[in-house]
């Protein structure tokens, strides 16, 4: 275990599986105390018990609420005030993909909804985190995009125009809130989660064969990363999209 977060506290949102559940886990793994937050209750406690069977020392507490509410929001980042006494970390990683196609045919409200939760829940988070803690000690922001958001797809376009807006979204904030906030971004490839079971599961061999290091990404991969630009060895990082793709960008494709 290392001890770099070692008394601090985050709140990682979406959570309960895939990407949140593996950062929430490397989060306690560094040391911090972990606020997890997901809509589904049964599934967010569940996910919590897992964590706590980890054995790492940090506590471990689950507030479900869903990250479109602002009543939600505030009462997840209270609770990680109230419990702990601070919120140095805020990782958005909560994010929807309900559209899939041509956006000729895309269902504008099926649209707005990713935007509403892609991108202005994770706005929102910030601006509570900010009035509640980090505005008057500092901390460390960490928004989940994708690669979708770097580079046009053709199949998730409403979720990468939505990531898009997040990346741009990370590098105001950063320039808005330093010196005391970092505010960064993390691009993933397709990463093995049920949320990309769509992109991958009908063929996953060749899914994986357009990446050069010939496998998609696990939730570890992402996990790991955030963990270090959550941590003070980033001290000197914001405003910063990092892609962790396997490569593929390197490619020239998506």
């Known amino acids: 275990m290392s001890a770099d977060l070692l008394g601090k506290s985050a709140l990682v949102t979406g959570a309960s599986r895939g990407i949140g559940f593996g950062v929430a886990a490397e989060l306690l793994r560094r040391g911090a105390n972990v606020v997890v937050t997901a809509r589904k209750v049964d599934a967010l406690e569940k996910a919590a018990e897992e964590l706590r069977g980890l054995g790492h020392p940090g506590e471990v507490v689950a507030v479900a609420g869903n990250s479109g509410d602002a009543e939600a929001r505030a ?23 309900p559209v899939y196609g041509s956006l000729m045919e895309a269902d504008l409200e099926a649209v707005r909804k990713i935007f509403d939760v892609n991108v202005v829940a994770a706005l929102g988070y910030v601006q509570e985190a900010y009035r509640a803690w980090m505005g008057e000690h500092g901390g460390a922001v960490v ?9 046009s797809t053709g199949v998730i376009a409403a979720y990468g125009a939505s990531k898009a807006a997040l990346i741009r979204l990370t590098e105001e904030l950063a320039w808005q809130l330093g010196p005391k906030i970092r505010v960064n971004a993390v691009a993933p490839g397709v990463i093995k989660t049920k949320f990309a079971d769509a992109l991958y599961s009908a063929d996953e061999e060749a899914a994986a064969a357009v990446y050069p290091m010939k496998r998609l990404g696990s939730p570890e991969d992402v996990a790991s990363l955030i963990g270090f630009l959550a941590s003070d060895e980033s001290s000197w990082i914001t405003g910063t999209t990092i892609k962790v793709d396997g490569g593929l960008l390197a490619t020239g494709g998506i």
Do not use: P, Y
């Not at 970390?89 to 994010?95: A, K, P």
């Not at 928004?143 to 580079?151: C, E, F, I, Q």
């Open 75 to 97: 009462e997840q980042v209270g609770a990680a005030v109230a419990r702990f006494g601070s919120l140095d970390v805020l990782i958005n990683n909560t994010g929807i993909n």
């Open 143 to 151: 928004n989940v995009a994708s690669v979708a958001g770097l580079r």
